[in-house]
Every structure is written in structure tokens, then in C-alpha cells.
């Protein structure tokens, strides 16, 4: 009897499936060329009418990514206090809606859509980790919208819809192999952790030492997060590598560069470049454990620059003195101002008018003048490699003589070649 | 009202409002942005409704359903990946892969290219995995924790396999930047609207197929076994065996609402698949009432809900605030907010029978006795959590 009662109650629901999955049909893709016609059936939602107009920022407030992200936020924060105490941008103020990303890609896309469809929001600023940029980049691009993204990543990406305000590869990776290369370093030992970024700057190191007659001596991974590096550092130390090239993420530091210290390496015998560690993270490493240790950016709190005076000033002053201002947070502060020089030159809030302005377009950033390339969307950066001191700050040691041009795609270096295919 | 939702018409009613709700009220209600929201909770809530059957009813504590979901999912997107690849690339090849791997399409990839294929796999791969596991485990009698501590370190495995094969699965990234979905456009908001009714309609059949489950002659077994499987042994059953098709069954489920939840949400990574989204599954489950029909659905759904509205607001309160209310559910009302009901019912009799003692009250039919022994059969026994 029971059963029965259940047969029939499927008989009505497969009718109402079969009616909603008809009536539901929308467009079918029949050939490439009708696909991309109707590639932004998504129009805009923003509301530029009024006195203000919306802004979303994107970070990981909560998850394993809060601590560096937190920071990130704070300094978008501070520059968008800036811009509507001189007036907001074309005379409207900005109003923040800000999203937790929670350190997780799938919760990055769908905050991301909420920022763009809900909140008609006219432009994003955020992400970190390079999965939240690979999880949020066809949100932006199907409902083609504007991410800023602030910080150094793996290159070999060019969208549109994202302006990169970090390094990309060409703008910290290679100078400071270049660096280690006129340092004399013949031999380096590869440590990172188990992800994109570090998997893909290692296959770039390969190429380059390679090309430069330099000496891989080991290239070892560890799981995100994983605190055991006895057998890496051992195999580091028996290597007698003549430096290290690190691009371990978040709290690995800590154990890898505690274990470095207490088989006896230091920065004198075996110096160690990092590229995941600035002024935020050394505390949580330790400074005993970094001291003297190098690290590769293109911004330092210590820079002398008129601009970096004022922001460190301004951020300690809004957040505490004892507040520390980094790379991804200068990063950040720039891509702010970056739009608003975008959207008064376009004279728009319109993605496609803001996009077709973005090309040429500077600003006098703290860690020197920056200007976007049009082509790729990056911007001009200016690498520069630095010692921790023992303050827990970073001096600059070594500064590339100029801005370098963004190459997201090593197309200008002939060992690379086969990198980007 | 009691004996009427548990009648036939009663049902079929039930169905009926559940169908109209989600199928009409929803998609009419609800902005083009949170209908596809709502698809991806109800892709957990059909996830919610298989665990529901093997740990509510069959007492086996999954801690490892995001491999099955992780299965189906990762599936269906290597099916979209290929099918965008021949679509608009022309070269065949997923972008990820040229970009990190070697350029070419492992052999493994390949058969997924055809759609029945795929289609195919989202049910059969998780059913497979889970009956190879469900045997090898029931049969050598292996339960309660020790099942608990297997399932989950699958889970664990799982996750740290898929970050592994950067090349091949996209390792942390995940895959992503689905276009289309069998030929149709993923950015049309119809077919958007085609999705979600597909999902909806996926997790009203779920329930069907559940309710029948638990009204059969097998359901009675499963919950025996749950509560006394030596003594179903000696009545002449084998539990493992049906211990293995109930966890057949929950994972089979598991893939299909990962297969569904791709083309809705957009992306699969490591981070949707792994122990933290495996215990996610489960507290919602627990929370709604674990041995109900509905119960899973529900609590999956508004605990989704909740989270999504709550954890904008206050980003790192959401975390403290969802195992408080495990706490507090687990110990204080084990069968869940399902309970709630029975539990009001309860301190009513026992208010009227304080009240009856009174000389002045009028003489009560003892109306709520009805629903008490109905309801037996959803009581969960202590024993089965732990």
C-alpha cells in the first residue's frame, strides 16, 4: 500500500520536472561566434544617479587568510576614507560594501556575484590567495565587472576584467634571481608550499637557472600549513646550496625558519630570499628567526618617498602605531586610487569606458609612480630586494634602476619560451 | 493534523506544497542571484537527505560525504571543462592545463568527454566507491567510531590527492569557469532558472525515494540493524548488506548534488570536498533531526541560510555561533529540531496531567496519544551517535 502511495506521488513530479525543464530552455550554443555575441547579457546595475556610488571589497575576514587579509582591508579602508574627504570620485562619495571571502575560492565566487548583481557594486577591490583570484575570475568576466587585485601572484593570466596591482613574475621572481645571479650565488635549494603560486615560480626558477648556468640543487614542497620541515631543512643543509629560495606560505615560515636556525644555517652562511615574507609576517615568524634574512618586493615601509611618508603616517594614525604597512597593503591602497584616475579619465563609471581608459593611466604610489599597461592590464612596478633588520623591518639593499614594464607572460625572455605555452 | 500529514493524501499533499514552493513560489520570489543561491543549499540539502538515511535511520556517522559529493562534482566538471575546450578553444584542451600541465588531456579525462559517459559516472563511480568500501568495511563488522574515523580520513585523503595533481585536477585552484552545460549557455538566465528546477526536482525525487526507503520492509530493517544489529543477526539478515546499500545510496545522492551544485555554483576545489565541508554536511543534519524525512532537509537548508545572511554581517561569529547550536542540539535535543514538536507535546501532556489532578478541570481525551506511538520509529536512540 505504502509503496504505492509513493509511485504515485512521482508521477506529478515528474510532470512538473519535465514542464519547468521546457519552459526553463534558455539559449543553446550552437556555434562559438553566437556565443560571444551574447557574452555580457548581463547588463550593469550600477547606479551612479545620486550623491554616492558603491564600491565592494573582497577579503577573507575570517579562515586561515584573515590575518594577512585583515591587513588588506584596513588599507583599502584608509584609502577610501582619503578619497571622500577630497571629494569622492567625479564629486560622489564612496560607499564600501565589504564581503568575507573566508579563505575559501567557492566562497570568493559567490561573494563576488553578490557584490556585482545585488549590490551593483562599480568596481571590487580585493582576493589574495590565487585560487580566490582563479574562483572570482569568470564571475567578473561573465558579468563583466571590475576586480582589483592587490597582490604579487604567479603570472601567466591577463583578464580584462582584473587590473593586477601586485608584481606579477618579471616584477619580483626574476630580479631577485638576478640578484642571487650577480651576488655570485652558482647553486640554489627550492622550498615552498604545495600550491599554484610556488609550483609556478619554481618551474620560472628552473628556466632561469638553466639559462644562466645556475644549479637547482632541490626543489621539496610542503602541505599548506604543515609545520614539519626536519627532513626539507636536513636536505637543505647537506645540499651545501649557496642560497635558499623560499616560497613557503603563511605559517610554514615559522617552523622552516626555526628548524633553519636550529641546525645552525643562518643568513650569513646560507642566506634565504623570500618572497611570501613582509614587515606583517615577521612578527608572527619571529624576528630572531629572520633577522638578516632577504626578501623580494617592490614597496617597503622603510622607502623615502614623499608618498610613503604620508600613507605610513596616515595608516598609523587611523589603525595605531605600532601597525606595520607592507607590500599587498601598499598594493591596495594604489588600486584604489588607480580606478578613481581610470574613472576620471574615462569621465565614467562604465566598465567598458573605465577599461578603455585604464591603458597609460599613473599614480604617485607610495612605492614610486606607477602606471597601468593597457595591453595586460598590470602596472609598472619597481622590484627591490631587502634585508630584515632588527627592528623587524625590511631595508632596501638592492633597487632595479627603474620601474620595470609588467610581462605577465615572460614573452620578453628568450629561456622562457616554453613557460607560457 | 498529525494522522492526516501521514496518510496517503497527506503526503501527496506534502509533496505538492514542497514542489509549489520551490518550483513556482521561489524562482517568482527570488532575484536571479539568490535563486542560484537557494540551488546551491538545495545541493546540499540532497547530500543532507542520504546522510539523513545512513546516520539517522542506519546509524552510521559519515563523516566522509564530501568525497562522494567531491566525486560527482569534480566529474561534471571535467565533462564541462572538455566540452568548453572543444567549444570555444577548438584546441580540446582545458586552459588549466596548458597553463600548468603538459598541454595534453590525460587519458584518464577522456571518457568524460561524452555526456553519457558523465552522466553515467556521477551516479556510478560514487556507488562504486561506496559499495567497494561499504563491504569491506560492514562486512569485517567495523562501526560506530572507527567507521566515523575511516570515513573522515578518506575525506582528508581525498582533498590533499585533488591538491596534489595541480596538472590534472587543478590542484587548490579547483576547476572552474564553466560556459556551458551541455550545449546550453551558463550565462543566460533561463537556463540559469533550468538548473535550479533541475536541482529542485532532484531533491523532491531524493525525498520520494527516502520516504519510500524508510516505509519499506528494508527501512524497518535498517533501523533495526541501527538499533540492535546482533539480534538482526540471528533473526537470519545480514546487516553489512544493508548497511552497504543504505551507504550506497547516501553516496549516490552525494554525487548528484555535487554533480548539480558545478554548473550552479560555478566552481569545485579542494576546499568544497574535504573534512571541513564533510563535518559542514552533517551539522545541519543534526540540527534539523537526523532520523526524519524532512528533518536533514530543513536543517541543511536553513543552516546554509543562516550562515550565508549571518557570516557577512559578522564574519568570524558565524563559526562560534554554528557549534554552539551543534552543542546545544546534541546534547540537549539529540533527535533535533525535528524533536521540538514531540518535546512541546510531551510538557503539555504533563502540564494537563497536573492540570487533571485538579478537581476543576474537565475530563481530557487523550488526544496527543496518537501521535506519540507514530512517532516512535523516529526516536533516535542514544546509542547511535556515539
Sequence with gaps: ?421 | MSTFLRSRWGVLAGFAVGAVLLLVAAPAALSVFNLALLGKFICFAIVAVGIGLAWGRGGMLTLGQGVFFGLGAYIMAMHLKLADASLFGGSGVPDFMSLYGSGEVPGWWEPFRSPVVTLLAVVLVPGLVALVLGLAVFKRRVKGAYFAILSQALAAAFAVFLIGQQATTGGSNGLSGFRSFFGFDLKDPSNKLMLYSIAAVVLLLALAAARQLMHSRFGELLVAVRDQEERVRFLGYDPATIKTVTYVIAAVMAGIAGALFVPIVGIISPADVGVIPSIAFLIGVAIGGRATLLGPVLGALSVAIAQTSLASTFPSFWVYFQGLLFVLVIGFMPGGLASLPRLVSRLKQRNTEKRSTAPASAPQVPASAAPTTATTATTVPEEASR
Design chain 1, 1 to 421: 500500500m505504502r509503496v504505492s502511495v509513493t509511485k504515485r506521488a512521482l508521477i506529478p513530479l515528474a510532470a512538473a520536472a519535465m514542464a519547468t525543464a521546457l519552459a526553463g530552455c534558455g539559449s543553446q550554443i550552437s556555434d562559438p561566434a553566437s556565443a560571444n555575441s551574447t557574452a555580457s547579457s548581463g547588463s550593469s546595475c550600477v547606479d551612479t544617479s545620486g550623491s554616492s556610488v558603491k564600491v565592494g571589497f573582497i577579503n577573507s575576514l575570517s579562515g586561515t587568510m584573515a590575518i594577512s587579509e585583515n591587513t588588506v582591508f584596513d588599507s583599502l579602508s584608509l584609502a577610501a576614507e582619503e578619497i571622500n574627504a577630497a571629494g569622492g570620485v567625479m564629486g560622489k562619495q564612496l560607499q564600501v560594501i565589504s564581503e568575507d571571502g573566508a579563505s575559501e575560492p567557492t566562497k570568493f565566487a559567490e561573494r563576488a556575484g553578490k557584490l556585482i548583481q545585488q549590490d551593483c557594486t562599480a568596481a571590487v577591490f580585493g582576493g589574495w590567495t590565487s585560487s580566490s583570484r582563479k574562483a572570482m575570475l569568470p564571475v567578473f568576466e561573465a558579468n563583466d565587472a571590475l576586480l582589483f587585485y592587490p597582490v604579487q601572484y604567479e603570472g601567466l593570466e591577463a583578464s580584462k576584467n582584473i587590473f593586477y596591482t601586485g608584481a606579477t613574475t618579471n616584477q619580483q621572481i626574476i630580479p631577485a634571481l638576478d640578484y642571487l645571479a650577480e651576488q655570485g650565488t652558482k647553486s640554489i635549494f627550492l622550498v615552498g608550499s604545495d600550491y599554484v603560486f610556488p609550483r609556478t615560480a619554481n618551474k620560472i626558477i628552473q628556466a632561469y637557472a638553466k639559462a644562466h648556468g645556475m644549479e637547482v640543487l632541490g626543489e621539496e614542497y610542503a602541505p599548506l600549513g604543515s609545520t614539519e620541515f626536519s627532513t626539507i631543512v636536513n636536505k637543505v643543509r647537506d645540499s651545501k646550496a649557496d642560497a635558499v629560495f623560499n616560497t613557503l606560505n603563511g605559517d610554514s615560515n615559522v617552523a622552516f625558519f626555526r628548524q633553519y636556525k636550529s641546525v645552525g644555517l643562518t643568513a650569513a652562511s646560507m642566506p634565504v630570499v623570500s618572497v611570501s615574507i613582509a614587515e606583517e609576517e615577521v612578527p608572527g615568524v619571529g624576528l630572531e628567526n629572520v633577522e638578516g634574512q632577504l626578501t623580494a618586493w617592490d614597496y617597503y615601509q622603510t622607502l623615502d618617498t614623499p608618498a610613503n611618508k604620508k600613507f605610513v603616517a596616515a595608516f598609523k594614525a587611523k589603525f595605531g602605531a605600532d601597525r606595520v604597512t607592507s607590500d599587498p597593503m601598499e598594493a591596495a591602497y594604489t588600486s584604489l586610487f588607480l580606478w578613481k584616475a581610470m574613472v576620471e579619465k574615462a569621465g565614467s563609471f562604465e566598465v567598458d569606458k573605465v577599461q578603455a581608459a585604464a591603458g597609460g593611466v599613473t599614480f604617485e604610489a607610495p612605492e614610486g609612480t606607477v602606471t597601468v599597461d593597457g595591453e595586460n592590464n598590470h602596472i609598472t612596478k619597481t622590484p627591490r630586494i631587502g634585508k630584515i633588520n632588527s627592528e623587524g623591518l625590511i631595508e632596501t639593499v638592492w633597487s632595479s634602476p627603474k620601474a620595470v614594464e609588467p610581462d605577465p607572460f615572460l614573452a620578453s625572455y628568450d629561456w622562457a619560451k616554453d613557460l607560457a605555452k
